[in-house]
């Protein structure tokens, strides 16, 4: 649990923050206070600083660099809150917290998975490839996207094979990432983070071949530690807090139809 | 001379006047990791019912300009694995215990103040003005009658001094302070979450799971001040005043406005170090004034 572990809270000097695809924005920050310290699948709360917008917006970690003391976050530009991101200034300050959450369960795995992400939910995957193959085990890939794919390149250095579908068929197949998954019984486990839909797809698909399935989870979130109980999934009936508990749960535990 | 902070609710001695609001700071621990807990005067745990409560459906939060809305549900444990997880924690530090009780009957109350019986804790909180529970938080918090008999009838059962916690959603404020404090409330607190509401254009649906759901922050604060201001004028009790406070200048308002300590809320989410900013500029205040005792400039404003 997130509350066991120390987390920081801290100004980090912004190194770059660029659009790297269409709306698409990529922040690297200094961070030596937590940049050995992040594992794959865990977040950090991000102050905007602003007064009329008061909560901080949780991202995933898409990469951490120990030795330059550096991490690294993908965002889209969704609403409010991730505009006044993507106009930071390099050079600038930004507030964050973290480590958050538990990330993925990687300790577990022992043979290849396949690691399956929707839209703006494949940047956590990268650090959690990346661990993979860092211990002989890397991962097969499914990348799903709209129109334009992100990462790519990043996944091919660290995956066995990397796989895309878009849906207006810009990039690889045309359709759901979900047609490109067949063969589920050579994995021994999807990890996977996306939209609603896709990880209840995986879900379905997972439990049909009885292959396990981890999922990161997201929620409209308040404080991002736990406190004010706002950022909840059902999980055997009751509701668990996501920063706390998750954001990465076995699919099978959790109900995700809200 | 080493100038005075401390302040008396009812009779319990606050280092200095800074208290969480309940439900945002649960019992202290996650914010330990960021704040010395021994600096706050004392900590509000979050609301505390007889049996465990399950909350309402996600998504239970959403921003507003200034604010923010919460439906959580008052989601608890319930008041023995309270006493058995959280307050074993809570007792290491100096700061003050106050325990938020919840309920949807006086029966319900009433039981979970005497699940307390025995128990070393500071103050009650009675949150009568819980605007998330359908069954009967919102009823009480806003009926004079009945926020008079739930504040008796927990009075009859406990020695613990009762803070009783206020709605704002009221024409007249004064009235139910009024009634708490003539069914023996030792203190007040103001003010809950203003009820409000935001939808999703796009989706054409309420944003909140539960609809409709509780605004607190900065987007209050007016509101609440003046509340304090008026229930500090008409009734004899001590008053934590809350709504919006996120900087020393706030909680200094709402000091001159009458109350004798503050809550902050929502403004930890915002900065988890936010409590110990604004003691440090209260003191500077204080220093900058001239000030030897926060006292002092309590319920200055006519
Ligand atoms: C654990 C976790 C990890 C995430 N990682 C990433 C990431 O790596 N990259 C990325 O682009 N996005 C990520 N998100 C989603 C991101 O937090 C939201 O897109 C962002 O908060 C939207 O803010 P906004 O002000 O731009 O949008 P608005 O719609 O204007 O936001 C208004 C409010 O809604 C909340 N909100 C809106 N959509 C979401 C959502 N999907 N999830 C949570 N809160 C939401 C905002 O935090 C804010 O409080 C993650 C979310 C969670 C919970
Ligand atoms: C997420 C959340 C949970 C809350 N839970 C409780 C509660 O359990 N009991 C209670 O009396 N008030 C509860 N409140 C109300 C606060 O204690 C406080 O009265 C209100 O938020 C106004 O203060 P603020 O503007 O500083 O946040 C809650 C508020 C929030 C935002
Ligand atoms: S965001 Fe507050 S409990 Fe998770």
Redo the contacts with the bound molecule.
Sequence with gaps: MSTDVTQKFFAAKILSNSEVASDIFSMTLHAPEIAGDVKPGQFAMVYLGRGEMLLPRPISFCDANPAEGTVNLVYQVVGKGTKAMAEMPAGENVKILAPIGNGFFLDRITATPAIVGGGIGTPPLLLAAKALAAKGIKPDVFLGFRSNSILVKEFETVARNVYIATEDGSHGHKGYVTELLKNGNNYQEIISCGPAALLQALKTYAASINIPCQVSLEERM?CGVGT???CVVKMYGTFVRICAHGPVFDANEVDLNG | MAKNLKVNIAGVILNNPIVT????FNSGKEYSQFIDLNKLGAITA??VSHEPWQGNPPPRIAETHGG?L?A?G?QNYGAKAFIQEDLPFMRQYSAKVIV?L?GRTIEDYVAVARDFDGVDIDLF?L?I??PNVKAGGMAMGTDPKMAEEVTRAIKNVTKTPLIV?LSPNVTNIVEIAKAAEAGGADGLSL???LLGMQIDIHRRKPILGNKIG?L??PA?KPVALRMVYQVAKAVNLPIIG????SAAEDAIEFIMAGATAV?????NFTNPRVTMEILEGIEAFMDKNDIQDINEIRGVIE
């Design positions: 308040g004010c109980v706002g | 609001a309940s439900g945002t979050k609301g923010m919460n959580v008052l938020n919840c909180e949150n003005s819980c916690k003010i809950n979450t509780g607190s922050g209050i809350m709504g919006g406070i809550a902050v809320g929502i403004a």
